[in-house]
C-alpha cells in the first residue's frame, strides 16, 4: 500500500529517513467467508452468491486469533465474498477488538442498513471500507446489480453518521477512469475519511477481464489527480488520507512528480521511498482465505503456502523453504528484464509479481502495470515498444505454465 497522504505531508514537515523495517508480524487480510450477493468484475476470490463448503467454523476462527496473537500480527482486515453475510462476524470482531488488534471491515456496503448499523458500530472497527467503483450505472455494471450504488452510498451515509471512519474502495479500469473525478468530489461531498485508489491486479475474474485494465496513460492522469487532490486538502488544512494499492510504480511516480513541483525536496522524499520498501507480498501482508490456506497475499489464491488447520501461522509465514516465498522476502528480489535494470528497484521492490506471472508465467518478469517510461526508470537503452504486452485472457489452456523456481 502507497499512502499518498503520508508522503505528501513529508514536503511540508520533513521527518528524518531511517532504514527499511518490517513490522513484527503482517498485516493479515482474512476472507472469513466466501460466499457474495455480488459478482464483481475484478473479484479476485470469484465470489459468488452460494455456500462454499469447508470453511473454517467459528471456533476455529477463534484459534487462529489466538495464533496469529502470537504471531505478532498487528492488523485483522475482516473479507470476504461479503463478510456480513457470516453469521458471527460480529462476535468475531468483538473477540479481536478485545485482544488488542487493529480491526477492519471490508463489504461492499449493500447489507448495511438501519437493521445492522448499531451491531456494526458496537463492534467498534477502526475502519469501513466500502467499495465504489464508479458512479450510478457505471458502479452497478461493475457490481452486476441494479441498485448496488445507491446501497452502498446508504451505507457509507450510516457508517459515516455512526461514527466509524469509513473510506471508498475504487478499483480502475478503462471503463470506469471517467468517473474518478467525480468519485472524489464525492469523498469531499459526503465527509468520507478516506480514499482507496486500487490498479486491477490479474487475479481471479481481475485477470479473466485484464483486458479492460486502464492503459499506461490513463494510470499517469488518475496519479497526477490524485497526488493534486491530495496536496490541496492538505493545503487547506482539512485531513483527508489517500492511498493505493496494487502497483508499487506509484512511488517511483510520485518521486518523479515531486522532482517537478518540489525538486528542492526531491532527495527527501527519495530516502523517504526507500524507507517505505515498496512491495510487501509475502513480507508486511499476508492471506488467509475461507478454507485457512494462506497465502502471500489476497492476489495470489492460485498459490497455496499450508493451511492454518494444520500448522501455525507463525510457522507458515517463516518458511523460507517454500521457493514463491524466500524470493518475495529477498531483497533485492530477483527480478529480470527491466525490473532488473530499474533504478526504483529499492523503491518499488520489483512490484506485485502476479501480473507478470499471469502473461508470462514467470513471475520474476517484467511487471505489466509499470506505467513508467524507459527512461523514468533509468534504462540507458529505452525501447519502451519492446514492453511485454497484456494479452486478453482465452481460457486456462492458453495460459502460460505457471513456475516459482
Not at 488518475?222 to 482539512?238: I, N, Q
Request: hydrophobic share 35%; glycine share 8%; aromatic share 8%.
Amino acid at each position: 500500500m502507497f499512502r499518498i497522504s503520508q508522503f505528501i505531508a513529508e514536503i511540508d514537515t520533513p521527518t528524518p529517513v531511517g532504514p527499511h523495517r518490517s513490522p513484527p508480524g503482517p498485516v493479515v487480510i482474512w476472507n472469513l467467508i466466501r460466499r457474495c450477493n455480488l459478482t464483481c468484475r475484478h473479484c479476485y476470490s470469484v465470489s459468488t452468491n452460494t455456500h462454499f463448503p469447508g470453511e473454517l467454523s467459528t471456533e476455529e476462527i477463534y484459534r487462529v486469533q489466538d495464533d496469529l496473537k502470537a504471531a505478532r500480527v498487528p492488523v485483522l482486515i475482516l473479507s470476504g465474498g461479503e463478510p456480513l453475510l457470516h453469521p458471527d462476524i460480529y462476535a468475531i470482531a468483538r473477540r479481536a477488538k478485545s485482544m488488542g488488534f487493529y480491526v477492519a471491515l471490508s463489504s461492499n456496503g449493500t447489507l448495511i442498513d438501519a437493521s445492522n448499523i448499531a451491531a456494526i458500530a458496537e463492534c467498534d472497527f477502526d475502519y469501513v471500507g466500502i467499495s465504489l467503483d464508479g458512479l450510478g450505472a457505471t458502479h452497478d455494471r461493475f457490481r452486476q446489480q441494479q441498485g448496488a450504488f445507491d446501497a452502498s452510498l446508504h451505507a457509507i451515509r450510516l457508517c459515516r453518521d455512526h461514527g466509524l471512519k469509513i473510506g471508498v474502495r475504487y478499483t480502475m479500469t478503462r471503463d470506469n477512469a471517467d468517473d474518478l473525478p467525480g468519485l472524489l468530489q464525492l469523498v469531499e461531498d459526503e465527509g468520507i475519511d478516506r480514499f482507496y485508489f486500487s490498479h486491477l491486479n490479474y487475479a481471479g475474474r481481475g485477470n479473466k477481464n485484464r483486458a479492460e485494465d486502464a492503459q499506461h496513460k490513463l494510470t499517469r492522469q488518475a496519479m497526477e489527480l490524485l497526488f493534486d487532490t491530495c496536496l490541496a486538502y492538505r493545503r487547506r488544512g482539512v485531513h483527508k488520507e489517500f492511498t493505493t494499492g496494487n502497483n508499487d510504480a506509484d512511488g517511483p511516480f510520485f518521486l518523479h512528480w515531486v522532482r517537478r513541483h518540489f525538486p528542492q525536496q526531491a532527495e527527501h522524499i527519495a530516502g523517504k521511498l526507500r524507507q517505505w520498501g515498496g512491495n510487501a507480498s509475502g513480507q508486511n501482508v499476508a492471506n488467509i482465505d475461507n478454507l485457512g490456506v494462506v497465502h502471500p497475499d489476497t492476489m495470489w489464491w492460485h498459490y497455496p503456502l499450508a493451511n492454518v488447520r494444520d500448522k501455525a501461522f507463525g510457522a507458515i509465514w517463516a518458511d523460507l523453504s517454500d521457493p514463491l516465498m524466500a524470493g518475495l522476502k529477498q531483497r533485492p528480489r530477483p527480478v529480470e528484464g527491466r525490473c532488473a535494470g530499474c533504478a526504483h528497484l529499492a523503491i518499488c521492490n520489483g512490484n506485485t509479481r502476479v501480473r507478470a506471472q499471469q502473461l508470462t508465467g514467470n513471475l520474476w518478469a517484467e511487471d505489466p502495470g509499470c506505467y513508467l517510461t524507459d527512461a523514468e526508470i533509468g534504462l540507458a537503452d529505452a525501447h519502451d515498444a519492446d514492453r511485454l504486452v497484456v494479452k486478453p485472457f482465452r481460457g486456462m489452456r492458453h495460459e502460460a505454465p505457471h513456475r516459482y523456481a
